[in-house]
Nanobody, 123 residues
Framework: VQLQASGGGLVQAGGSLTLSCRSS????????VGWFRQVPGKAREEVSV????????HYIDSVKGRFTISRDKAKNTVTLQMNNLKPEDTAVYFC?????????????????WGQGTLVTVSS
């Protein structure tokens, strides 16, 4: 039972990357899913969250208009499309799942965490 994040890599500023979060051993269908990021020496921060039914999304201000979160029920996947990347987006990105989107957004007790994928944006 796990979450797996993938899609990180090295990209130049202004470029794009697509991160994917997949589950194994359980279905994401009934879970809100969030993307978080962490830079060494800094606290982990929520980047974006999508509700279980996909009707609601949340973004932090610094990524609004550049990042898009979506989910594909058939593929059991949540995707974070990141466009116009900036050097300050460099971080390890994690996905997490919880029955309640509020836990993901407001720092509650999140049920499941995936391993991270590194995103590096060069200037």
């Amino acid at each position: 039972v796990q979450l797996q994040a993938s899609g990180g890599g090295l990209v130049q500023a202004g470029g794009s990357l697509t991160l994917s979060c997949r589950s194994s051993g359980f279905t994401l269908e009934y879970y809100a899913v969030g993307w978080f990021r962490q830079v060494p020496g800094k606290a982990r921060e929520e980047v974006s969250v999508i509700t279980a039914n996909g009707a609601g999304t949340h973004y932090i201000d610094s990524v609004k208009g550049r990042f898009t979160i979506s989910r594909d029920k058939a593929k059991n996947t949540v995707t974070l499309q990141m466009n116009n990347l900036k050097p300050e987006d460099t971080a390890v990105y994690f996905c997490a799942a919880d029955p309640y989107s509020s836990d993901l957004i407001y720092g509650g007790d999140v049920e499941r965490w995936g391993q991270g994928t590194l995103v590096t944006v060069s200037s």
